[in-house]
């Protein structure tokens, strides 16, 4: 769900301007799922522009207490979203952890870095949201340590109804900077791509597992 409108499209605007989104039909990326995909999000890129990742990280912060009101710790997902958890966190003054995909093989094999008190109200910053499953992976990392979760903010969606329907499931509140159909809106109204792969793209949505070129 987005919350601003305005925030939502500069962000896409953005993200467009510093080719974090790659669009190439013609040769599909593969993700690690499996799916082609015409369409590669590589949002960590923002770090490396001090203005856009300011941007990104004042929006962020602002949204976080806006609709969560302001926990006592923020999360990170790993790895993607380190980076602009890290920043969230610290626009904010609030203690940052965060959380790999599953626990290390060695030393004290943790999952959850950094330090975790039952009952912390915590929020999960992500990069990205495609079906959900790893940052709701991290979501049941934390609950199981005690955490309380009270949302998840993330800086970009694809929309897929599985996402949708995974979050619904473990009934927990997602909202996003921006998302697909704000993208492919702005891509299109600023000729970043032509109209026959706005159509590819649209098509791909609806059913990536299925695509093919």
């Known amino acids: 769900m987005i919350l601003d409108k305005n925030s939502a499209k500069k962000t896409a605007e953005l993200l467009l301007q510093i080719n974090a989104i790659k669009l190439n039909p013609e040769n599909p990326f593969t993700w690690a799922s499996g799916w082609k995909s015409p369409i590669y999000c590589d949002n960590r890129i923002i770090l490396s522009y001090p203005q856009i990742r300011n941007y990104i990280r004042e929006e962020m912060a602002k949204q976080v207490e806006q609709l969560y009101g302001k926990p006592d710790c923020i999360a990170g997902v790993a790895t ?4 602009i ?3 969230v966190a ?3 003054g609030l203690p940052f952890i965060y959380v790999r995909p599953e626990p290390k093989s060695h030393g004290r094999k943790n999952q959850i870095e950094g330090q975790l008190e039952a ?6 910053i992500e990069d990205l949201i495609s079906t959900g499953k790893s940052s709701l992976n991290a979501v049941k990392a934390l609950q199981e340590a005690g955490a309380d979760v009270k949302g998840m ?4 969606t694809y ?3 599985i996402a949708e329907e995974n979050f619904a499931t473990e009934k927990l509140a997602l909202h996003t900077l921006s998302n697909y159909d704000l ?3 702005q891509a299109s109204k600023t000729n970043y791509v032509k109209e026959e792969t706005v159509q590819t793209l649209l098509e791909w ?3 990536p597992q299925n695509w093919k070129q």
């Open 85 to 87: 958890g890290i920043l």
């Open 153 to 156: 903010l993330a800086i970009f």
């Open 90 to 92: 610290e626009a904010l």
């Open 159 to 161: 929309g897929f109804k």
């Open 183 to 185: 993208l492919i809106d």
């Open 80 to 83: 993607g979203a380190i980076g």
């Open 119 to 124: 009952g912390t109200s915590v929020v999960v």
């Open 205 to 207: 949505r609806k059913a």
